[in-house]
């Protein structure tokens, strides 16, 4: 069981300022993101779906943050704040994960109560005023993004070069993940917490990546 620890959330100053960063490209900033804003959302989920596996609520959690830090783009700050939308992409996520899991169960998932969760926040999606501001920065982002993960990428084995690729074509499943490192034959929750490892190595492999091509480029984005 997943303990409810009480962690609070940064205040609307420090989120807005840790989000920045990420979007131009601070180094470790997808770091001290996670590290503000993991505990307390796990425990939001955790609140908030009290029926729910505690597990799918981590999970939701962290599928939220991960794809904020791909995809900085999605979060608009003039209409929600950051701790909101990340509850709210949470959310979204963990009725994806339930809907998953009952197609392998025959125990009714509380969707309803789940979907309430939904209700008030803001979904992040692509502004194209905004997307035209930032174009410039996006070029240079995603061209510097192709060079660390292809450096990432030639240091792995095949199964783990196929969940890299799963990650950055934003594959938020368990299952295609569990299929690429062969572990399908596995239960549920050994093949989580193993897809769980493979992507938090992966995920250090591309911090260091990035910092070190931060220190040989000088100043430019850097890809979490």
Known sequence: ????????????????????????????????LCKVF?????????????????????EA????LLALIARPETYDERRA????????????????????????????VPFQAVELGL????????????RAEMQAHEVAW??????IFEQVRLGLPPPEQA????MRGGERRTAPYASA?????????????????VKDKIIKRIERAGTRDAATAGDGPHVP
């Not at 962690?7 to 989120?15: G, L, R």
């Not at 992409?89 to 392998?104: K, V, W």
């Not at 490192?181 to 490892?197: C, E, F, N, S, T």
Request: glycine content about 8%; proline content about 5%; aromatic content about 2%.
């Open 1 to 32: 069981m997943i303990e409810q620890r009480a962690v609070a959330w940064p205040d609307d100053n420090e989120a807005l300022g840790l989000y920045r960063q990420l979007v131009v490209g601070t180094p470790m900033a997808s770091s001290d």
């Open 38 to 58: 993991l505990e307390p959302l796990i425990g939001a989920m955790l609140r908030a779906n009290p029926r729910v596996d505690p597990h799918l609520c981590e």
């Open 61 to 64: 959690a962290g599928s939220a």
């Open 81 to 108: 704040s950051l701790a909101a939308y990340l509850r709210r992409s949470a959310q979204g996520d963990l009725i994806n994960l339930l809907r998953r899991e009952a197609r392998h169960t025959r125990g009714r």
């Open 119 to 130: 209700a008030g926040g803001n979904v992040g999606q692509d502004d194209a005023e905004d």
């Open 142 to 147: 995603r061209a510097r993004a192709d060079r």
């Open 163 to 166: 969940v890299l690729d799963l």
């Open 181 to 197: 490192l062969g572990i399908l034959h596995l239960p549920v929750d050994a093949r989580r917490r193993q897809v769980k490892r």
